[in-house]
């Protein structure tokens, strides 16, 4: 027997392991490229920074007044919704790549917070004030009357309850219905346009309480 023969075996073996290690890096890789891509993260909205001068007046002292914002359950989220007339109007949908920054009932107090506080000392509940504004979000999405026309359509119930020695007692309530049109039929136009309508409901909930007695 010949010596080279000795060495048939061994370069066969070492063949062997080859094929099967370029086998396997190609299963990796190839396995790789089949891996789900991760989805991006959603875009966060909120309502952007108070224009105009917020400053409250320091000429006389001002009222003090509580201040508390809640929502219906379906807006309990950081859900983005929008419905469409044209197709079920009764269907509340949600923007899958876009979110409020937090929940619109924390979104619709903290501006109008701002909007309320030149005119009055704020707290944060009843305890300590003698007035309670009680705001109710009922509705706060996005309404696509086409494909390509949409509206930020904002709804809601103040509640001025007064603190008498028997407890909180009705002063006066009133309803609002505020429309504002969207300049995109996308998330973006109806953050612009939900923010123009909570801006509007914010002058009116001011005006109207300085009007109560």
Not at 85 to 113: E, G, H, I, N
Not at 180 to 204: F, K, N, S
């Amino acid at each position: 027997m010949r010596s080279a023969d000795l060495n048939v075996p061994t370069a066969a073996a070492s063949l062997q392991r080859a094929t099967r290690a370029s086998v396997l890096v190609a299963a990796l890789l190839l396995g790789a490229c089949a891996l789900p891509e991760r989805a991006p993260a959603p875009l966060l909205y909120d309502f952007g920074p108070v224009t105009g001068a917020t400053v409250p007046d320091s000429g006389s002292a001002r009222p003090v007044l509580a201040l508390r914002v809640q929502a219906s359950p379906a807006l309990d989220g950081t859900a983005m919704l929008y419905r469409l007339a044209y197709d079920d109007a009764q269907q509340l949908r949600a923007y899958t790549q876009s979110r409020w920054a937090m929940a619109p009932a924390s979104l619709v107090q903290q501006r109008l917070r701002d909007g309320l506080a030149r005119h009055y000392t704020l707290l944060p509940s009843a305890d300590g004030a003698s007035r309670l504004l009680l705001v109710e979000l009922e509705e706060f999405s996005q309404l696509f009357d086409t494909p390509q026309q949409s509206a930020g359509l904002l709804r809601l119930r103040a509640s001025l309850l007064q603190r008498t020695p028997a407890g909180l007692q009705l002063q006066a309530q009133r309803e609002w219905r505020l429309q504002r049109p969207a300049a995109t039929a996308d998330a973006a136009g109806g953050v612009r346009a939900l923010t123009a309508a909570t801006d509007a409901a914010v002058q009116a909930l001011a005006q109207w309480q300085q009007q109560q007695p």
